[in-house]
């Protein structure tokens, strides 16, 4: 049964079915158009109330509960529901997996259309929370206020955050109490800025009017305990950076790389900026099976160190090596994967298009005392070319790990052409994972496959396939 509201049509008692994509969740309307709801589990009996109308669907909330499902749970997060991040936090672990294999499962199969084998069980994270070794956070003098503060009427004279954006609101930022998605002291180094700030009354940065001092913030950490901390000032005061950046060393001497950025800039993005460093070095060292990584302010890491480990033992698994093989790693990024089965390998080729992220690969393979490793840099659909394969050597096995938009439609048919044994493919979209395997599906056989989970409390899945030529 339905009524209207200004407007706005309430759909009574809807069971919510499943779980669907962007961490929202799926019922259906007494009408037959499915209906994408957040912040509910699959199980929930609830009244949605529309909030757009669109030919095939509608977009809508819950507003009210008739029936709790077994598989809900209470966030641990204050924040929860109103942040855009964590939105699975209200759902049981077991079931995150499930919804995360099932999606990957899914795509496989819907998009793909191709031959599959079973499953392996989804890998789940040791940590459900407290994961991430990156967080970034913004700055702004127009917080995003509650119901109870909007409610109040009362004139509230601090409007300064520093948190996280609102969901599809460019320009409110929620202040964050307590996040935890990554360890202390992070919470702790966040919070102390901002207190810090308002005592001393640095400007925040206003994103319309583009004014302020201060702009974002950036904490990076390792599991072996080291900290790197870079903040981005808008305006170029001395004084009062300084006075900043001297308190927050002192505060925090355990700090490994305490950096700073001038960003006047319309955008947020680092890797156009000049990074200072302000005190201890300009990278952090993360570690994994006795090999070292450094990690600089620009470079791309895994986000969850201790997952990232076991995706790479997966990976590594799936190539098989014996000792003679000649592998490329296309997409590497700063080498960590290359460096990691190298051991394995009589040659390894690591090709990646950030020129920063190439340095730090052949920095961390030089630390490491890794010497069948080579890394280039370039577009891979021109560098992935036959002179390339014809200087460096046919592969035996490729691994691939590209962006979201998955692999250039050239790389795939240049795979097709020099016919490799084996291809590794490791994806955090297994969407546009699914459409690549279809089109490689003519020469590869897609023999196993594993969702790992990096990235507990939301929709987010990775995803190892490896493929055997036919």
């Not at 994408?36 to 507003?63: C, H, M, S, W």
């Not at 509960?65 to 759902?91: A, L, T, Y």
């Not at 307590?178 to 919070?191: G, H, T, V, Y």
């Not at 890797?271 to 090999?291: A, C, H, N, S, W």
Request: overall charge neutral; aromatic content about 10%; hydrophobic content about 35%.
């Amino acid at each position: 049964m339905a009524r209207k509201i200004t407007n706005k049509i309430v759909f009574n008692h809807i069971k919510v079915l499943d779980a669907g994509a962007k961490g929202l969740s799926v019922a259906k309307a007494p009408d037959g158009k499915v209906i994408f709801i957040p912040n509910v589990v699959p199980g929930d009996v609830v009244d949605i109330q529309t909030l757009k109308k669109r030919k095939a669907y509608y977009e809508g909330k819950a507003v009210r509960f008739h029936e709790f499902s077994e598989h809900r749970i209470d966030p641990v997060c204050e924040h929860f529901g109103v942040c855009g991040g964590c939105k699975w936090q209200n759902m049981k672990y077991s079931q995150q997996l499930f919804y995360k294999q099932n999606e990957v499962k899914n795509h496989l199969q819907r998009i793909g259309k191709i031959e599959l084998p079973e499953f392996e069980t989804i890998l789940g994270s040791e940590k459900q929370f407290f994961y991430r070794n990156k967080m970034e956070f913004s700055f702004s003098n127009s917080r995003w206020l509650t119901q109870s503060e909007l409610e109040s009427q009362e004139d509230i004279e601090n409007r300064n955050a520093l948190g996280f954006h609102i969901p599809k609101m460019w320009d409110k930022i929620l202040d964050i109490n307590k996040c935890f998605l990554q360890e202390d002291p992070s919470n702790a180094i966040r919070n102390e800025i901002r207190e810090f700030a308002n005592l001393n009354s640095l400007t925040f940065f206003n994103p319309k009017s583009h004014q302020g001092l201060l702009r974002t913030l950036m904490i990076r950490t390792s599991s072996v305990g080291e900290i790197m901390v870079l903040i981005q000032f808008f305006e170029d005061d001395k004084q009062n950076r300084e006075l900043l950046l001297d308190h927050l060393y002192e505060k925090f001497p355990q700090i490994t790389s305490l950096q700073y950025v001038i960003n006047n800039k319309a955008n947020d993005t680092l890797y156009d900026t000049d990074v200072k460093l302000f005190k201890g070095r300009d990278y952090i060292l993360e570690e994994m099976e006795g090999m070292k990584f450094s990690i600089n302010a620009k470079s791309f890491y895994q986000t969850n160190s201790e997952q990232a480990y076991e995706l790479y033992k997966i990976t590594r698994d799936f190539a098989g090596l014996t000792g003679n093989e000649i592998v490329y790693d296309l997409y590497t990024g700063t080498g960590t994967i290359a460096q990691f089965v190298s051991t394995k390998a009589k040659k390894v080729i690591g090709v990646e298009s950030v020129p920063e992220a190439i340095e730090d690969a052949k920095e961390n393979a030089k630390r490491n005392e890794i010497t069948n490793c080579e890394f280039f840099v370039g577009d891979m659909k021109v560098v992935f070319n036959e002179a390339f394969i014809a200087n460096h050597g046919k592969p035996d096995v490729i691994i691939t790990d590209p962006p979201r938009d998955g692999m250039h439609k050239d790389v795939i048919e240049q795979i097709l052409k020099i016919e490799p044994q084996k291809v590794v493919y490791v994806s955090c979209n297994s969407a546009t994972q699914a459409r690549d395997l279809a089109l490689m599906d003519k020469k590869y056989k897609v023999k196993r496959v594993r969702p790992v989970d990096m990235f507990p409390q939301t929709h987010h899945v990775e995803n190892v396939v490896l493929l055997e030529k036919r």
